[in-house]
């Protein structure tokens, strides 16, 4: 009988075959990564299908090829090439990091006498407590003394209904409430514009209001008002309200914006019971895209100065800032934040800045705040001090 011959060992894995697999893998990184930041030029807010990568924290973009310089510099052979490589996707990705390099060099001009104080804020639907499993733990009152405590002059708010989440169709959540009595109480002699779920409340003047449809810059298929929103269509229609309001003598056009749905969405990447991911992902991307079309259109025949400020569910990362209209400009350097981040607000990290302020670049910014909640919402409530000299 023929003894069987004793079976190969494997080869054992010799520091050289290490360092080859060692070298590899830091070449896919480096090199991986800056594909990566590539494409995510070429692709941001050109396609929803992009969205997941979209809507990463921005400060990856700027961590992740500092975390790649120690691996490139140990890949020995081919050192220069990856550092090269994770340099170069820094110096493409830090724009969308959200770093706020500019407060460094920026100190706004101290306010004159009449300078007007503005809030805007996402209040979480009004004053309902939806983060507490249930559990009631802020009252009506506490919502309005955090508001009336602000003592602004304009205040900007979204989100006011309340919600039922149990409701399958989406649409049908969101439902209208009336608090006509505690606004009147906390605010004597505001006057208050509310169109769809945003409501601006001011003690200045206000010279006219209209609320900005984003309708006709959606596709055919999403234009329609859903069913479930036909007695309430501006919680569809509309995602800005615009108000005239005299400030100094100068009517300043104040863009209350919410911009619809937050990035969580397309992060958690499943489905609802009565759309798909693709469909829920891509109504984001295009309602999104309208929102800010909408705005433009009516900023390219304002003749007044502007201030658009809101949630527009729109991180630094993203290539939607880009809709932006010309004749605003970004107000961030004002905030004395290096990594100004203003959701989510609650036992999450707080990663998305998504919350802004744009200003005509004839209205000055005097000062910059993002304000904790008290526990009352999601969203850090910004606070601004604004003047609009007379001379042009």
């Given at each position: 009988?023929?003894?069987k011959?004793?079976a190969?060992?494997?080869?054992p894995?010799?520091p050289?075959?290490?360092r ?6 830091a070449?896919?990184?480096c090199?991986?990564?800056?594909a990566?930041?590539v ?15 979209d809507l990463?924290p ?9 975390l790649l ?12 090439q990856l550092v090269?490589?994770?340099?170069l ?12 390099f ?9 306010a004159?006498?009449d300078?007007?104080?503005?809030v ?8 309902q ?20 405590d ?6 900007m ?7 039922d ?8 959540q ?10 009147q109480a906390?605010?004597?002699?505001y006057?208050?514009v ?18 900005l ?7 055919d298929?999403?234009k ?16 800005a ?14 863009y209350?914006?919410?911009?619809f ?5 397309i ?6 019971d009565?759309r798909?991911?693709f469909?829920i ?7 999104r895209?309208?929102?800010y ?9 304002n003749?007044?100065r502007?201030?658009m400020?809101?949630?527009l569910n729109t991180s ?6 880009d809709m ?14 290096l ?15 998504i919350d ?9 910014v005097?000062?910059?705040d ?7 919402s ?5 606070q ?5 000299p007379s001379?042009?």
């Amino acid at each position: 009988m023929d003894e069987k011959e004793p079976a190969p060992s494997p080869e054992p894995r010799t520091p050289a075959r290490r360092r080859r697999w060692g070298l590899r893998l830091a070449a896919v990184a480096c090199l991986g990564w800056l594909a990566v930041v590539v494409l995510h030029h070429l692709l941001s807010a050109r396609t929803y299908v992009w969205g997941p990568i979209d809507l990463l924290p921005p400060i990856t973009w700027a961590a992740v090829p500092v975390l790649l310089l120690p691996v490139a510099w140990l890949a020995r052979s081919m050192r220069w090439q990856l550092v090269g490589a994770s340099l170069l996707a820094l110096v493409l990705g830090v724009g969308y990091s959200g770093i706020n390099f500019a407060t460094i060099f920026h100190t706004p001009p101290p306010a004159p006498a009449d300078a007007v104080k503005v809030v805007t804020w996402n209040t979480e639907y009004w004053d309902q407590d939806r983060r507490n499993g249930g559990e009631q733990r802020t009252t009506t009152e506490e919502f309005y003394s955090f508001l009336r405590d602000m003592d602004a002059d304009v205040y900007m708010l979204h989100e006011y209904a309340n919600v039922d989440d149990s409701l399958v169709d989406i649409f049908a959540q969101a439902y209208e409430i009336d608090q006509t009595a505690e606004l009147q109480a906390t605010f004597p002699g505001y006057t208050v514009v509310r169109e769809g779920r945003n409501m601006t409340i001011t003690r200045l003047p206000v010279v006219g209001h209209s609320w900005l449809d984003s309708t006709p810059y959606l596709p055919d298929d999403l234009k329609p008002v859903p069913p479930a929103l036909v007695d309430r269509p501006l919680f569809y229609t509309s995602q800005a309200l615009r108000t005239d309001i005299q400030v100094n003598g100068q009517v300043v056009s104040f863009y209350n914006t919410h911009i619809f749905q937050p990035p969580v969405r397309i992060l958690l990447l499943r489905s609802d019971d009565d759309r798909n991911m693709f469909e829920i992902d891509r109504f984001n991307f295009e309602i999104r895209q309208a929102s800010y079309q909408a705005v433009a259109a009516d900023l390219a025949t304002n003749p007044n100065r502007a201030v658009m400020a809101g949630d527009l569910n729109t991180s630094p990362s993203m290539n939607l800032l880009d809709m932006v209209s010309d004749r605003l400009v970004d107000q961030t350097k004002v905030l004395s934040s290096l990594y100004p981040v203003t959701w989510p607000v609650g036992d999450k990290p707080r990663m998305w800045r998504i919350d802004w302020l744009f200003t005509t670049p004839d209205i000055t910014v005097h000062s910059y705040d993002l304000t904790m909640p008290r526990g009352l919402s999601d969203h850090k409530a910004q606070q601004f001090v604004i003047s609009a000299p007379s001379s042009r």
